[in-house]
T-cell receptor
Framework: GENVEQHPSTLSVQEGDSAVIKCTYSDSASNYFPWYKQELGKRPQLIIDIRSNVGEKKDQRIAVTLNKTAKHFSLHITETQPEDSAVYFC?????????????FGAGTRLFVKA | KAGVTQTPRYLIKTRGQQVTLSCSPISGHRSVSWYQQTPGQGLQFLFEYFSETQRNKGNFPGRFSGRQFSNSRSEMNVSTLELGDSALYLCASCLTNFEVHEQYFGPGTRLTVT
């Protein structure tokens, strides 16, 4: 069945350093890849997404890359700040006019040390 | 615009009982998805509804069911509750039903089964 593997499960970085989270998906029909940030006790929030026909997307300090051939996609956070500390989830979604189904990775707990 | 709302926020039930959770999407959003979030399993897709029709379903037993009303509000029902059903149940609403489907999550209902 569909599966999304996410690594690492925990990541600790110094403030100002970069953080990279990697995901692999199994279903080649996946065509949309969102990333969510979930702070403790709060709901997941969409931070960036990428479509299957795009290789890279950037939004200020956050960037996402997609390698469809290898079924890999990654989140890059530069110049990390303490407020970036949270759990980050990648997801692979199969969607179209007939609806969609989103499979999430297990999450990465990011600690940014001041 | 008001965000996604879920009621109740907290619920305690005993094994064997049934429970109904409610989700009101963002105004204008016609797609609603449900997820189960647990520390061990992460975010797992339950089902997706659009215009009162279930279009996709995850790998959950038949005890988990849902429906959507004409105003896009959705409910999910879990019958014959088991201890393992204790989780945070999140719903997410989405504006578009095409390839890019940005989902906005509600605050969740925390269900505890004793």
């Amino acid at each position: 069945g569909e599966n999304v593997e996410q690594h690492p499960s925990t990541l600790s970085v110094q403030e100002g350093d970069s953080a990279v989270i990697k995901c692999t998906y199994s279903d080649s029909a996946s065509n949309y890849f969102p990333w969510y940030k979930q702070e403790l006790g709060k709901r997941p929030q969409l931070i960036i997404d990428i479509r299957s026909n795009v290789g890279e997307k950037k939004d200020q300090r956050i960037a996402v890359t997609l390698n469809k051939t290898a079924k890999h996609f990654s989140l890059h956070i530069t110049e990390t700040q303490p407020e970036d500390s949270a759990v980050y989830f990648c997801a692979a979604s199969i969607g179209g006019t007939g609806g969609f189904k989103t499979i999430f990775g297990a999450g990465t707990r990011l600690f940014v040390k001041a | 615009k008001a965000g996604v709302t879920q009621t109740p926020r907290y619920l305690i039930k005993t094994r064997g009982q049934q429970v109904t959770l409610s989700c009101s999407p963002i105004s204008g959003h016609r797609s609603v998805s449900w997820y189960q979030q647990t520390p061990g399993q992460g975010l797992q897709f339950l089902f997706e509804y659009f215009s009162e029709t279930q279009r996709n379903k995850g790998n959950f037993p038949g005890r988990f069911s849902g429906r959507q009303f004409s105003n896009s509000r959705s409910e999910m029902n879990v019958s014959t509750l088991e201890l393992g059903d204790s989780a945070l149940y999140l719903c997410a609403s989405c504006l578009t039903n095409f390839e890019v489907h940005e989902q906005y999550f509600g605050p969740g209902t925390r269900l505890t089964v004793t």
